[in-house]
């Protein structure tokens, strides 16, 4: 058995998801090959080679895979992954846009955001905005599967020493083109990799008063997000939005500020280790699922807490 791993990358540098996927395919059993398709990617591949758990590197490295268009990566993916028992890919935007493709390609059903490996053909997800769990089983010859991020711990980044192959398949359906990008720039960590969040809601009432989340953010070094209520109204970018539809984060740390609890938003931070959450209204949902509660106003608590870190 071996398992066939989508590298996620910026042609510079492996992505933390890369980590968990390769987690669950270790935990899946068997030899675990890691494709990075790209253009430049030597340093990629070789970052890739010392992932402990790693056997094997499959470097594609073509103008074709060059900004990762899924009508291009796909084709090879489901032509390698043909060999494979398994393929998989962190559950990112990259992820979920290539891997239907693949399935459907290679005429199999996909499993998708597993976060519990049970057997090497049963899996856990979770369903009804991660309300309830499902156990499903797949008899598909290849089993393509997304990975939720946050359901495993990533392996060591370091410490293997996996052989590197070149890969001469090049797909370039030419049916899209790359045309640009607009990256949001911060200084602050990532939203889906920090291991301090602090997030605002609809009782921010505007986008300015988010300072205070970004003032308390960086004393504590952390990633600021934002519900989607917040973000629907305008306060923020959707790249801040956690939740079923936005960003599935897990840190160490989450801090709900003005925040209900929409099940929705409760779907992508209730795995987080630790949840203050702080709201005027005793009622809000979010207090269920926190370990720490605050009943106060926040424009009076969040500065009396930036005063203590």
């Known amino acids: 058995m071996t398992i066939l791993v989508i590298a996620e990358h910026d042609n510079k540098v492996v992505a933390p998801a890369t980590l968990n996927t390769v987690a669950a395919a270790v935990k899946i059993g068997g030899d675990v090959h890691v494709l990075v398709a790209g253009q430049g990617v030597g340093a990629v591949a070789e970052a890739a080679a010392k992932i402990a758990g790693v056997a094997k590197v499959l470097v594609a490295d073509n103008a074709a895979y060059a900004h990762q268009l899924p009508e291009n990566v796909a084709p090879l993916v489901a032509e390698l992954g043909a060999g494979y028992s398994h393929i998989l890919a962190a559950a990112t935007s990259n992820g979920k846009n290539i891997l239907p493709r693949v399935a459907a390609q290679l005429d199999v059903d996909q499993i998708s955001e597993i976060i519990s490996v049970e057997s090497a053909d049963t899996f856990k997800r979770p369903i009804y905005a991660g309300n309830a769990i499902a156990t499903v089983q797949s008899n598909a010859a290849v089993k393509v599967i997304t990975v939720r991020a946050t359901g495993f711990d990533p392996v060591a980044a370091e410490g293997g020493s996996a052989s590197v192959e070149a890969v001469a398949a090049a797909h370039d359906a030419g049916i899209s083109s790359f045309v640009g990008e607009e990256l949001a720039k911060s200084d602050r960590p990532e939203l889906t990799a920090a291991k301090i969040v602090v997030s605002g809601g609809r009782g921010m009432q505007n986008g300015d008063n988010f300072k205070h989340l970004y003032a308390l953010a960086d004393k504590l070094g952390a990633a600021v997000g934002a519900s989607r209520a917040a973000v629907d109204a305008g306060f923020v ?58 009943v106060a106003d926040l424009f009076e608590a969040i500065p009396e807490l930036e005063k203590l870190v």
Do not use: C, R
């Open 237 to 294: 970018p959707n790249d801040m939005q956690v939740g079923q539809t936005g960003k599935i984060v897990a840190p160490q740390l989450y801090i709900a500020v003005g925040i209900s609890g929409a099940i929705q938003h409760l779907a992508g931070m209730k795995d987080s280790k630790v949840i203050v959450a702080i709201n005027k209204d005793e009622e809000a949902p979010i207090f269920q699922v926190a370990d720490y509660g605050l």
